[in-house]
């Protein structure tokens, strides 16, 4: 099954400890893409990669690191996460920005940091 | 930079009847694409409908129509038949195309929908 999974889905934690979400995809898409949702403010971009080894800041990048080492992989790190970076994340791909192809979304990863 | 706005954060709509959710958006590209999200309470992210900026026909997708209107830069979303598995968040996205376009989603507010049984 054509899917995005994230890892975990759940985590409360406190300031200043490191974390990763983790986000794969089994479709050999080469653009993943990482967004946080708050209350109305829809969702936002943090960080995007066109491919292996090719990766951008979006909207929101402060306090956000990620890599892509692998083509299935795009994990998001948080070095000393704060509560201002309590939100629910998704990672989302697709098969390349060239053409109006579907963008697949994971099933989300809230996050609180107390 | 381009900007979506969805100006209604909720609304409300009798099962089997008619609902339309405003989306407008503002951009400068003449090349792009529209789209309506729903998020329902399990949170996953459904794509309900796309629309290319360059074709002049509305999408329609089974009881999920829109109505795009290029020059006013709106994109509204009309749901017939409103089935009580619609109620849900609906978002509006768009979508840059050409040399400018990082494949970012700029999405709206959201506007919550909920069905009446």
């Known amino acids: 099954e054509a899917q995005v999974t994230q890892n975990p889905r759940y985590l409360i934690t406190v300031t200043g400890k490191k974390l990763t979400v983790t986000c794969s995809q089994n479709m050999n898409h080469e653009y993943m893409s990482w967004y946080r949702q708050d209350p109305g403010l829809g969702l936002r971009q943090i960080y995007y990669s066109m491919n292996v080894e090719v990766t951008d800041k979006g909207d929101v990048p402060e306090g956000y690191k990620v890599s892509r080492k692998e083509k299935r992989n795009f994990p998001l790190i948080l070095e000393s996460p704060s509560p201002n970076q309590t939100s629910l994340y998704f990672c989302a791909s697709s098969l390349s920005i060239g053409t109006p192809d579907t963008q697949y979304f994971g099933p989300g990863t809230r996050l609180t940091v107390l | ?117």
């Open chain 2, 1 to 117: 930079a381009q900007t979506v706005t969805q100006s209604q954060p909720e609304m409300s709509v009798q099962e089997a009847e008619t609902v339309t959710l405003s989306c407008t958006y503002d951009t400068s590209e003449s090349d792009y694409y529209l789209f309506w999200y729903k998020q329902p309470p399990s949170r996953q992210m459904i794509l309900v409908i796309r629309q290319e900026a360059y074709k002049q026909q509305n999408a329609t997708e089974n009881r999920f129509s829109v109505n795009f209107q290029k020059a006013a830069k709106s994109f509204s979303l009309k749901i017939s038949d409103s089935q009580l598995g619609d109620a849900a968040m609906y978002f509006c996205a768009y979508r840059g195309y050409g040399s400018s376009n990082t494949g970012k989603l700029i999405f709206g507010q959201g506007t919550t929908l909920q069905v009446k049984p």
